[in-house]
């Protein structure tokens, strides 16, 4: 049996559904910001404006608040992906790259997806620092497919002399250009790109600068 306490708790969290929505919002802003364990149920409701028993009522304990978090930035994460590995079937090695960085970059770039490409970035370094059990599917969904298919991509592009090193070194050189520019371009003194058209003409310096080394790379395993 339920206490009248209980019973008026649920009975408030009933007229309320918005809680949910707020609790899920804190939970996104400081999980991102702080890490799974250097946040506490606490934390999330005063941020929420919600009673302490709320995270319990509506998602079970802060696990599972957690697990939420981690599938909608994992959702969004598989969208994008999706669209950048969608470059259609008759494209070649060259349109594919050219599709991907765009899609990495410019959609990344766009003020919602932006804010989620941040979400996602963030707890995945958190995990890699103290990781829970949502490590291996933030891997196995947000990173390795990616990865994955511009391994294809760099492959096709070097041809025979390819190499798994140089695949890997390409590969890390492409991300990492990608990155920089959607997470901290300030750290290179750069100002960051925010209009569509600054966004499309650094996605095509990357690609113009990325096919020239795989090409460089290419002609120099073919003399050796």
């Not at 599972?64 to 669209?83: F, T």
């Not at 059990?133 to 991509?153: C, F, T």
Request: aromatic letters at 6%.
């Amino acid at each position: 049996m339920k206490s009248r306490l209980h019973e008026r708790v649920d009975s408030l969290l009933q007229r309320d559904p918005a809680t949910r929505g707020r609790l899920f919002e804190a939970a996104t802003r400081l999980f991102s910001e702080r890490g799974f364990a250097h946040v506490t149920v606490r934390q999330i409701c005063l941020e929420a404006g919600a009673n302490l028993a709320a995270v319990n009522y509506h998602f079970g304990d802060k696990a599972g608040l957690y697990a939420h978090v981690v599938e909608a930035a994992l959702e969004a994460v598989r969208g994008l992906s999706d669209e950048a590995m969608n470059a259609g079937p008759s494209a070649s090695a060259e349109d594919k790259l050219r599709h991907y960085i765009r899609a990495y970059l410019v959609r990344t770039g766009e003020s919602t997806a932006a804010r989620r490409a941040w979400v996602i970035r963030n707890l995945f370094r958190h995990e890699m620092t103290s990781p829970t059990s949502a490590a291996r599917p933030m891997l196995e969904q947000a990173v390795l497919p990616r990865i994955r298919y511009l391994s294809g991509i760099v492959a096709s592009l070097l041809g025979t002399h390819a190499t798994d090193e140089i695949i890997r070194h390409c590969v890390v050189s492409i991300q990492a250009q990608c990155l920089i520019q959607i997470a901290s371009p300030q750290a290179l003194g750069c100002p960051p790109a925010r209009s569509h058209d600054e966004l499309e003409a650094l996605a095509e310096h990357i690609v113009a600068f990325s096919l020239a080394g795989i090409r460089g790379l290419a002609a120099r395993a073919r003399r050796r």
